[in-house]
């Protein structure tokens, strides 16, 4: 199989908080891959754009170190590093300030696509679009990316697009998901709209239930004032498992266009039901290896944040009617692990004795560790043991499928931001699409903060609180294990 790296067009990208944690963990190795790759012409310029008094070569070295940190060594090649830092210079710029505008004005070229990362806390967006403006560095084909978290609640949400919207047009505002930007979600669309087998059994007829499951091993320490203004709730089930909910949920859409397919995402979350406060439960992780629990990290010693989040929720549509999909997201986990398991339901009617040996199908779509898909099947146990049924993998690792090519396959970020330069929104959030997943949000944390809940405690390196056990059980199903 041979991978096709087709170049995007030439590009001025601007990193607004280039010097940030953001920009050097993934932005910038991200585009020394892509460039590495060919995707990235050699007439592009990367420009970082921040507060620290940085002249060229120190945002170069700057650079340099984070390719160093960043990217697997044996991807590391001097002479393209050279090659790749001689396309990045940097500007002095403060959002809120009036110099470095007309300094960054001069580094853009005509007849480029630009485009401007914001990477900066969300309470600079406004300034920086106005900015943009008023010093006429953005024009109407101009491109935004803007990172999460978009809002904390409706109105925040609302308030944040409206200030966008004075600016720029939504065909050209890039809301990031990285989660959408992930192979195997994409890979999920595929899956689902490009062949028959899925299709006819995609709904509540044939579909027990879903599981959506994103685990973490590290805990909040060194953001815990961020968290604590932030919880599960906000900082993964709004967007990333939302997002998630939605393409497992949507109905076909006419074409794989960037409004075609977010139209059906919307419809999804405004098909879903408020979720009722027995299927919610909330964990925070206490101490345990050594280590603080949330409490400790948070500078609050009495903090009523979630760093873990279960719920159970229900799609109000034809498609889905009585089917729930549950949700869990947690901190300080047993496994680094994040998967969709669609579990079908039992065949109408068994013809084999063997009702032990039985179990569901399951399609498990792993975004990590191990990126790919699995399909739970029953076969026949091999040899003379008589008709005994076993259930077995049909494993579709992209590692394995793809051998050499699979260390290619770009990260999200990386496909994200070739995305942003093709001027390709599919796999970026639409602003109706955010507020109408908060517009479900809210409800559900007022709920708990008019309650004055309390989050159940949890064993660090555990599966989550017992109550997260319950709300399965009580349906006579059960999570997963959760494996890295
Ligand atoms: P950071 O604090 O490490 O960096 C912030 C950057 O913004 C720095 O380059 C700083 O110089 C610049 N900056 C701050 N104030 C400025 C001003 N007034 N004018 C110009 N530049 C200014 O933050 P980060 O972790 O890189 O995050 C950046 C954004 O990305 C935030 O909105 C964050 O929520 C979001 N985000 C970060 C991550 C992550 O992994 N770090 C993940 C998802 C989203």
């Known amino acids: 199989?041979?991978?096709?790296?087709?170049?995007?067009?030439?590009?001025?990208?601007?990193?607004?908080?280039?010097?940030?944690d953001l920009a050097r963990r993934k932005i910038l190795p991200g585009l020394y891959r892509r460039f590495v790759a060919g995707q990235m012409p050699a007439d592009s310029r990367i420009i970082g754009a921040a507060r620290g008094e940085l002249d060229d070569a120190g945002f170069q070295k700057m650079v340099a170190e984070a390719i160093a940190e960043f990217v697997p060594a044996e991807r590391q090649d001097k002479a393209a590093i050279k090659a790749f830092l001689e396309r990045v210079g940097y500007v002095s710029i403060d959002a809120k300030g009036t110099g470095g505008w007309d300094a960054l004005k001069s580094r853009m070229r005509e007849n480029v696509v630009r485009a401007f990362y914001f990477s900066v806390a969300p309470a600079l967006f406004g300034d920086l679009a106005e900015r943009l403006h008023a010093h006429g560095i953005a024009d109407a084909w101009s491109r935004i990316v803007v990172e999460k978290p978009f809002g904390r609640d409706l109105a925040s949400a609302k308030a944040l697009n409206a200030v966008l919207a004075e600016h720029f047009d939504e065909h050209q505002i890039y809301r990031i998901d990285h989660y959408l930007g992930k192979e195997t979600v994409q890979n999920l669309m595929a899956v689902r709209f490009a062949n028959i087998l899925f299709e006819p059994l995609w709904k509540a007829e044939?579909?027990?239930?879903v599981q959506i499951t994103v685990a973490e091993t590290v805990g909040v320490e060194g953001r815990g004032a961020y968290y604590d203004k932030s919880g599960a709730m906000r900082d993964m089930v709004q967007n990333h498992l939302m997002q998630l909910l939605c393409l497992i949920a949507m109905e076909p859409p006419y074409h794989f266009d960037p409004d075609a397919v977010r139209d059906e995402k919307l419809k999804v979350i405004r098909a879903l039901d408020p979720v009722k406060p027995e299927d919610i439960v909330r964990g925070q992780y206490l101490p345990g290896g050594g280590q603080g629990g949330y409490v400790e990290h948070s500078e609050d010693p009495a903090s009523r944040t979630e760093s873990y989040i279960a719920l159970k929720c229900h799609i109000s549509n034809w498609r889905w009617k009585n089917t729930p999909f549950y949700l869990r997201t947690g901190k300080r986990l047993r496994a680094r692990a994040s998967e969709i398991a669609i579990t079908f339901k039992e065949p109408p009617h068994s013809i084999f004795d063997d009702a032990q040996g039985w179990r569901e199908n399951v399609l498990v779509i792993r975004l990590q560790p191990n990126e790919g898909m699995n399909l739970m099947m029953m076969i026949k146990e091999p040899g003379p043991g008589g008709m005994r049924l076993m259930q077995v993998p049909l494993?579709?690792?992209?590692?394995?499928?793809?051998?050499?090519?699979?260390?290619?396959?770009?990260?999200?970020?990386?496909?994200?931001?070739?995305?942003v330069i093709r001027g390709n929104q599919t796999l970026f959030m639409r602003g109706d699409e955010v507020e109408a997943a908060w517009a479900w949000a809210d409800p559900i944390i007022a709920g708990w903060e008019a309650r004055g809940d309390r989050p159940q405690g949890y064993d660090p390196g555990s599966s989550g609180p017992e109550d997260a056990l319950m709300l399965m059980h009580r349906d006579g199903r059960r999570w997963r294990e959760i494996k890295g």
């Open 395 to 419: 494993d579709m690792s992209f590692a394995d499928a793809l051998g050499a090519e699979a260390e290619d396959i770009p990260d999200a970020y990386e496909r994200l931001i070739m995305d």
């Open 1 to 20: 199989m041979v991978s096709r790296v087709i170049p995007v067009d030439p590009f001025d990208l601007v990193i607004f908080g280039g010097t940030g």
């Open 206 to 209: 044939y579909i027990d239930h």
